[in-house]
């Protein structure tokens, strides 16, 4: 199972808000240049396993490798530092802060001062600058988020929700942004779109009640009528 | 039939160990335990029930003992009716205050009521000096005249009074915990917007408990003037602003004995430790801090689960306070 | 009221009040990153103005005492740091706030146990006066005045054009994606705590030559303080200097009038702020966690 090619591996991961169980035994691998989606209902635990992973929430048992480096157990910001970065939901970026200040944040974090992927991913960053981020649109937040996110070449990208209120055409922006992304880093994004999913994804895991009930793998599978039957 | 047991069987045991200490430890000892155990209870219910942690309690302790003091300085010589005074002081005191402190947020609402216990220190020593006489204080033990049936002007009878004040503040304690109300306090600590929701006034809950809590802590208050026959600043110093806090996180916050237990474990080591060294604050800062890093349960709080399965041993035993908040 | 005690009683505010702002901006800026109330900040005040007295009484310089006073408030803020409050951060607020006043009161102990419970007094190092618009100030307190506006050009700076200040900024408004970016938070909450420490012992070490130095001054100052902080809102650093210059006069000009109105009138002008305002005047009401 435990090939070693694989960028994260996670192993019977069990994580419990006091003593109501939220996540049972999560199994699941992400390999070079994937990306693997997590479909499901709302509550199915799929931002809980994402924080898990990014360490914001402690499991009770189980195991989480990044390329040989055990997480568990670690503060966010170390394995934020070993490659594995997580994008919340919330879109709430800096907001007292420019969006120069912004990034600056995530290169004084991973000490990499080229912003040109950034702007190449997001050349609308670049007329804002120097605009406060809490003047910013919905759609340019969720870029400032992943812009600051990819500095560092991070291995493994945690996206949560990207899509979820945006406009459609910085949708489809976003999915030619994954596509692209994708081929430094691979992507775990629990995502609501199926359509979306289903046209970027290499592998999708259905989660249901805190468990993953499908794994689909292969292009017969992964179509927005099979993800549907988990939803 | 269980439930009616329990009610009465944990406060005539409490009630019967003061009592007992009573026989064995001196009389001025067990009556200051009594006193303080009923200024913590109010700061315990605040903190256990509502979720607001009052450093502000030696204000309305001074208002209840100033209220007093002032009727039987000036007035009138009835003990009874100086305690009364106190109560009706400490009540329009919080009524006043209340309905402005209740709607802080709690961090605003502890840093608010221990500038309060500053401000009431310096109208103390200061502001109303033509009236409490500032530090000197206000000497009125010869002012009270003897009461019919109980005489609480005399230690001694002074006890019983107290224990009597002391035992229907309980049940009334105990009663508050199975009412709705006291289910409505609960629940505005643990999710206020879920309360609203169901049709219920987080303010006006907040208020009632404020009221009641600083009521029986002015009651304290009265009951401290009484006994002592003297009331100066020093009862709202800033310095023991924590007492009450000290004295219900070493008993267990929130948990109904644990007023009773704190108060004896903190008057007791207050007398021991202040006749070995004189330096009180070493000692309790401290231990402050260890209590909090260890678990903040108290010393009540580990005991009583313990107890619970002792006594009931055939019983399956609801944990108190956080596990039976998420079990459901 | 005689006008010529206008000019001393704005002045006297001022000083007064730059006391209040170095100590409320540390527990303003440690409740906006750490989401604590750090009552202990009152102990390194007090440690402050204690070292200058010792420092000044055994060398006879009273600048010595307050760069010794710095370093020591500094020493014992991040010894304080590592051993309670690491261990303490994820709690919520009551928790620090009953814990930090379990250290303001040991180290009130400690302070009794070497200096005594006798108010000792510290020189005034300059006693020249100055004369403006006609009358006689104190130099001395012009001086705090002006280490107070240092000081809040320093945190300025320090916030808005060092990376790690816009990291503290980024942190006030959300730990969670400071930490998420692999900023080590734990970092950073030392540097606040420390720049905390370090001021309220500044702000100590100013104080002492004004008033007397005992063993109770911090929780003397302490009402002045946590007004000034309520009034400003927690967590806002422009909201700080505004009230703390808001106090300062109130308890100077307030003294011209009726002497005990220094003591009342603050509060009642923090109730009434309060009232209309229960975050105080620029308090977050998003910082609820």
């Known amino acids: 199972m435990n090939t070693g090619s694989n960028l994260l591996d996670v192993e019977g991961l069990s994580v419990s808000y006091g003593s109501a169980k939220v996540l049972f035994d999560i199994a699941l691998t992400v390999g070079p240049s994937q990306i693997v989606a997590c479909v499901g209902r709302n509550g199915a635990g799929k931002t809980t396993l994402l924080k898990c992973i990014a360490g914001f929430l402690k499991p009770v048992a189980g195991s989480i490798t990044a390329s040989a480096a055990s997480l568990v157990g670690l503060p966010p910001y170390d394995i934020a530092k070993l490659g594995v970065k997580y994008i919340p939901q919330d879109k709430k970026v800096f907001s007292d802060l420019t969006v120069r200040e912004n990034l600056e944040l995530g290169s004084y974090a991973t000490k990499d001062y080229n912003w040109e992927p950034v702007t190449t991913y997001f050349p609308k960053l670049k007329t804002l600058m120097d605009r406060k981020a809490g003047y910013l649109s919905g759609g340019e937040r969720q870029m400032l988020m992943i812009g600051r996110a990819i500095l560092g070449n991070p291995k493994v990208l945690l996206v949560d929700e990207p899509t979820e209120g945006l406009a459609p055409s910085i949708v489809s922006h976003l999915k030619n942004v994954f596509r692209e992304l994708s081929k430094k880093s691979a992507l775990i994004i629990v995502e609501q779109n199926l359509p979306l999913v289903c046209a970027i994804s290499d592998k999708i895991y259905a989660m249901n009640d805190g468990r993953i009930v499908a794994e689909l793998a292969n292009e017969a599978s992964i179509r927005v009528e099979v993800c549907e039957q988990y939803l | ?328 | 009221m005689d006008t010529s005690l206008i000019v001393p009683g704005v002045i006297f505010g001022l000083s007064i009040g730059s006391i209040y702002f170095l100590m409320a901006i540390g527990l303003s800026l440690c409740f906006g990153l750490m989401r604590i109330i750090s009552l202990d900040q009152l102990l390194y005040y007090s440690v402050g103005a204690y070292i200058t007295y010792s420092v000044n009484l055994h060398t006879g310089s009273f600048w010595l005492g307050v760069l010794a006073a710095v370093a020591a408030g500094a020493a014992v803020s991040l010894a304080i740091e590592r051993i309670v409050f690491r261990r303490i951060y994820e709690r919520d607020l009551t928790f620090s706030m009953i814990t930090s006043f379990g250290v303001l009161l040991g180290g009130v102990g400690i302070i009794k146990f070497f200096w005594g419970l006798v108010p000792r007094p510290v020189p005034v190092p300059i006693s020249e006066q100055m004369s403006i618009f006609g009358t006689e100030i104190p130099i001395y307190r012009l001086i705090v005045i002006l280490v107070a506006i240092a000081v809040y050009i320093a945190i300025w700076l320090f916030l808005n054009r060092t990376i790690i200040g816009k990291a503290i900024r980024a942190g006030i408004e959300n730990v969670e994606h400071v930490e998420g970016l692999g900023i080590n938070v734990a970092r950073l909450f030392t540097i606040t705590f420390l720049i905390a420490g370090t001021l309220s012992a500044l702000a100590g070490a100013l104080h002492a030559p004004l008033i007397m130095v005992d063993p109770h001054m911090g929780l003397e100052v302490l009402a002045f303080v946590f007004m000034v902080v309520i009034i400003g809102g927690l967590g806002s650093i422009k909201g700080t200097l505004i009230s703390s210059i808001i106090v300062g006069q109130v308890v100077s000009l307030g003294s011209l009038i009726y002497a005990p109105l220094a003591q009342m009138a603050p509060f009642a002008i923090m109730l009434l702020i309060l009232l209309v305002k229960p975050t105080g005047l620029f308090g977050s009401v998003l910082l609820k966690r």
């Open chain 2, 1 to 328: 039939m269980r439930k009616a047991f329990d009610w009465w069987w944990g406060i005539a045991l409490a009630f019967s160990l003061l009592a007992a200490m009573r026989a064995f430890l001196p009389l001025p000892f067990v009556n200051e335990i009594l006193i303080f155990s009923i200024y913590a209870i109010g700061c315990s219910f605040l903190l256990g029930r509502v979720g607001f942690i009052s450093f502000g309690q030696p204000a309305y302790l001074a208002i209840g003992a100033y209220g007093t003091a002032f009727y039987l300085f000036y007035f009138g010589t009835n003990p009874y009716i100086g305690i009364l005074a106190g109560l009706a002081s400490g009540f329009i005191a919080a009524l006043i205050v209340g309905p402005l402190f209740v709607r802080l947020r709690s961090d605003y609402f502890a840093l608010v009521n221990l500038a309060l216990a500053v401000i009431v220190f310096f109208l103390m020593q200061k502001v109303l000096a033509p009236i409490t006489k500032g530090d000197n204080g206000l000497w009125f033990l010869t002012n009270m005249t003897s009461t019919p049936v109980l005489d609480i002007t005399r230690p001694s009878q002074f006890f019983v009074f107290a224990f009597i004040v002391g035992l229907a503040i309980w049940a009334f304690y105990k009663y508050l915990d199975d009412t709705l109300f006291g289910a409505c306090c609960l629940a505005t600590k643990i999710n206020e917007d879920k309360l609203q929701f169901l049709g219920y006034s987080n303010f006006s809950i907040r208020l009632a408990a404020f009221v009641i809590a600083n009521t029986t802590t002015a009651l304290a208050g009265s009951l401290y003037a009484v006994y002592i026959g003297a009331v100066s600043p020093e009862i709202t110093s800033p310095a023991r602003a924590a007492d009450p806090v000290v004295v219900i996180l070493l008993g267990g916050a929130g948990t109904l004995y644990g007023p009773i237990v704190g108060s004896i474990a903190y008057t007791g080591m207050k007398d021991v430790i202040s006749k070995l060294i004189g330096n009180w604050e070493m000692i309790i800062g401290p231990l402050l801090v260890i209590i909090m890093l260890a678990g903040e349960k108290g010393i009540w709080g580990t005991l009583e689960p313990w107890l619970k399965t002792l006594l009931f041993r055939n019983k399956s035993v609801v944990p108190q306070k956080n596990s039976s908040i998420e079990g459901n």
